[in-house]
């Protein structure tokens, strides 16, 4: 399938800070997907974006969609300790199969 | 929300035993289903797309004999791990695509199936 690549892989920030991943594709996407995994749960979805440009807020939590269409990023905005776990970004190829980036591991310091 | 839930949430069982995990979908009806498998600190693998009412369809690489999917009815998809080995010991995801969210899938809660 198409690749997604996310970076940083992993990330230990203290507490209150604002945190900012990315993805990005060598095709162009026209849904960008973010979903957040707790260990030992599935991935839940945080926020879906389908318009080139498009700026979408989930509380602490905003993410856009690249002009190019093969970017994405996610922020987070003064981190707490429920924000640690896996952050993944997604976009739907072939039907309605997904492709992942290979996640975001947050960890956060009180 | 859409809602999809499998059982059980965690399994462990000796090695050449079958096992079985569920995955319904809770309030919303799904033709299509996805498996997916995940190895700890990695991303999701897709194994197979699980379809109602005909054959599942299986990622390269991934054995049908080994992993064998039905999908019974609109609301539920099993996956059987046939003859488990210590291998096949992971974290087991399914998914159901969103019908209010386009293009957007819901997940389970995921299997931790641990083989001896």
């Known amino acids: 399938g198409q690749q997604l690549n996310q970076s940083p892989q992993s990330m230990f920030i203290q507490e209150g800070e604002d945190v900012s991943m990315n993805c990005t594709s060598s095709?162009?996407?026209?849904?960008w997907l973010w979903y957040k995994q707790d260990p030992g749960e599935g991935p839940v979805l945080l926020i879906a974006?389908?318009?080139?440009?498009e700026l979408t807020s989930n509380g602490r939590l905003t993410a856009q969609f690249g002009i190019t269409r093969k970017d994405s990023f996610l922020n987070i905005s003064a981190s707490i300790p429920s924000d640690v776990g896996i952050y993944f970004c997604?976009?739907?190829?072939?039907?309605?199969?997904?492709?992942f980036g290979g996640g975001t591991r947050l960890m956060v310091k009180p | 929300g859409a809602v999809v839930s499998q059982h059980p949430s965690w399994v462990i069982c000796k090695s050449g035993t079958s096992v079985k995990i569920e995955c319904r979908s809770l309030?919303?009806?799904?033709?299509?289903m996805f498996w997916y498998r995940q190895f700890p600190k990695q991303s999701l693998m897709l194994m197979a797309t699980?379809?109602?009412?005909?054959?599942?369809?299986?990622e390269q690489g991934v054995e049908k004999d080994k992993f064998l999917i039905n999908h019974a009815s609109l609301t539920l998809s099993t996956l059987t791990v046939t003859s488990a080995h210590p291998e096949d010991s992971s974290f087991y995801i399914c998914?159901?695509?969103?019908?209010?969210?386009?293009?957007?899938?819901?997940f389970g809660p995921g299997t931790r199936l641990t083989v001896l």
């Open positions: 998914s159901a695509p969103g019908l209010a969210v386009t293009d957007t899938q819901y």
């Open positions: 095709s162009i996407f026209n849904t």
């Open positions: 974006l389908y318009k080139a440009g």
């Open positions: 997604a976009g739907p190829w072939a039907g309605n199969m997904l492709t």
């Open positions: 309030d919303f009806q799904a033709t299509t």
């Open positions: 699980s379809n109602e009412g005909s054959k599942a369809t299986y």
